[in-house]
């Protein structure tokens, strides 16, 4: 299981740098604290005020599939998306839950479970390199319905059902995605989490069956814990609500509220040229990655390499813009089988080694979404590391 | 799976009456807007602000096991147990859920991962009649580390390990419950979401290895979908953070707070005569059960039977006191064979039936912990039955 291991931060300003300075940075998990500052920025805009006895039952609207859903939440949902065009949601049930997380499992699960018997277990499959957390969300309950298949490029059932997992923009290497086992008897799951114009450019309005969105990525509030699910197939919507009715009777209403809140504000500003939450994202990653590139170029001897993205016109912003992933997919060039983790953990900087997405310990995922002061130091440490004989790194 | 009927409300009045002579009255779940009067009446002490740039990070407090849970909040259960002696925290570390439900299942899940290997599935099994839930949640992945094994009293596996379920106060019938299959291979989970003084005598200070609380039937704020584990263990208490994380990465933040804000109150006001939310809860409680044994004894030829619970000391209160459960557990005394949750469900009032609580139709579990106006016309339903011949009821 992941550890972990944070650097402690301190408020006061006088310990910040000597705690800074010898604290493993976490870039593991990604945190995506990047974006307090737009938020603090907005002041009162998006507080949220709850009175002692409101949102007490476990009811929010009774009449709808996911009857657990605050209809505030669904009606910020469809205004964002609509405003940003980023998805289809005419025609399509909105699911809330727990963060994308709980909602990945509970489509996993809806679609297994709505397989005539006897083709259990379905395989679930994701294309390398993929999100770590995929393998442990398929296996961690041993369930006899699904059992993660590993790589969907080298699923070789010739027969049986099947699930892919497409994450588009891709965590971990930023890269659009595509299902690739295309074949009749799959169903594919969109995890869209990324797919925001201040990560990448917005080329077209998906309509995919099964599409995943999460808060936390979106504006930055992961501890809120909401995603939502746009789902067109009304029993595999009923399926997924079935699933988190016994796996936690509902959403905290609370968190659904402010999601609602913060959710509506980014759709009134969206066109802002001074209040845009897009327009602000994109220039913080934009920031982030330029110097990231420069670090990594002004490397001697190439160590250290990173994806290129290719421009392509944002709908959103309407112009060709490039593509500022929330993960940096680096790889240590020269040194074949080297690892790059523990390389980078001498330097304390803790990152997700690519053996855990499917890929190779010349590979590591590290956040881009960390606190600034956080940032800096990870560049810092970067541009520190100066290769040592081979060996060593073996 | 469940069905979610629910009496339509409307905020005018003209309707109201109209509406609900009509509308089935849901009394299924155990929804319990009951005290929402109780928290109008606190005004703005429970009222919580969250600005747009808080708890944004996933992490809580890195150096906790529950690094995911918001020390405020921790602080306001152990005070809140503290002040009204009915468990013991001391030595225990506390697992915060997305309600008692996620809570339970992770407890689940780290005893039967904690078992060595070649021992699964683990048997889980609660004395019969349980919380019909259980078996959902036992059951609904098909987990090949453990499965529903139904009622304690019957289980029989001379050896292996298992896991019982003790729900005291019982859900459903409200009686003091231990454990009853005792043998070494065993593990007990205490759920004690109802062993708070306004349903129950405080009679002792349990300190068992693992014991659930929830947000939801201690205060009423369900759709906060707050719980707590006191877990004595480390691993124990490890492995169902593990759990957490992978389900759900954590619990909101913003219930959290709001949860803390609340059971800091509860324990402020718990000794004040005017403000104590047990003083008026067990006055609600004692209220109704009054009220509906009063129907049920007026009904001619002992139509309808209910629990008896003796009197016994709270150590809260400081005095004997009666039992005034959460959910009645209503039987049909006289007609053996008959399905009583049919016979309300032709009175517009939908129970959960006896036999998923591994009891008989003969039996259904109510709520009685609905809002006023619904509470009446349950009453008012009941008192309008009258036995037809017994046929018509098999």
């Known amino acids: 299981m992941v550890g972990f291991e944070y650097a402690k931060k301190s408020d006061n300003a006088s310990n910040k740098n000597n705690l800074l300075s010898d604290a493993v940075i976490n870039l593991d998990h990604g945190d995506p604290t990047a974006f307090e500052e737009y938020w603090r920025k907005m002041g009162d805009r998006c507080t949220v005020v709850i009175k002692g006895w409101e949102l007490m039952s476990y009811f929010s609207d009774v009449n709808k599939v996911c009857w657990f859903m605050e209809p505030e939440l669904e009606n910020a949902i ?4 609509a405003a940003v065009g980023n998805a289809a949601t005419e025609e399509r049930y909105i699911v809330v839950g727990t963060g994308s997380t709980q909602l990945c499992q509970a489509a996993v699960h809806s679609l297994s479970s709505l397989r005539p018997c006897g083709t259990h277990p379905v395989s679930v499959v994701a294309a390398a390199p993929y999100y770590s957390t995929y393998v442990e969300e398929t296996t961690y309950v041993r369930s006899e319905m699904y059992r993660w298949g590993g790589d969907a490029r080298r699923y070789e059932k010739e027969e ?4 892919e997992l497409v994450t588009s923009p891709n965590n971990p290497d930023g890269t659009m995605r595509e299902e690739v086992v295309k074949r009749p008897q799959g169903k594919v799951i969109y995890d869209l989490a990324y797919y925001w114009p201040h990560f990448t450019p917005i080329t077209h309005r998906p309509h995919h ?14 501890g809120s814990r909401i995603g939502w699910a746009l789902v067109k197939d009304k029993e ?5 609500v079935e699933y988190i009715m016994v796996n936690s009777i509902g959403v905290s209403k609370e968190s659904q509220m402010r999601a609602a809140k913060v959710l509506n504000v980014m759709t009134e500003t969206c ?10 994202g994109r220039d913080k990653m934009k920031n982030r990655w330029d110097k990231l590139r420069e670090v990594v170029e002004q490397q001697s001897d190439d160590i250290f390499t990173l994806p290129k993205y290719p421009e392509a016109f944002c709908n959103f912003f309407g112009k060709p813009i490039g593509s500022y992933p929330a993960f940096a997919w680096l790889a240590i060039g020269c040194h074949e089988e080297s690892d ?4 980078l953990m001498k330097q304390k900087v803790l990152t997700r ?3 855990r997405c499917g890929s190779d310990k010349n590979h590591v995922r590290a956040s881009m979404l960390c606190r600034d002061d956080v940032f800096s130091l990870f560049l810092h440490r970067l541009a520190s590391i100066t290769i040592p004989a081979t060996d060593s790194l073996h």
Chains 1, 2 share one sequence.
């Open 353 to 355: 080694s690519g053996n």
């Open 209 to 222: 069956d099964i599409m995943l969105f999460t808060f936390s990525k979106l504006s930055g509030h992961a």
């Open 340 to 343: 790059l983790g523990s390389l």
């Open 160 to 163: 049986g059902p099947y699930i």
């Open 271 to 280: 066109r802002s040229h001074s209040d845009s939450f897009f327009l602000y």
């Open 236 to 240: 595999v919507a009923k399926k997924m």
């Open 78 to 81: 469809r205004g964002l998306h």
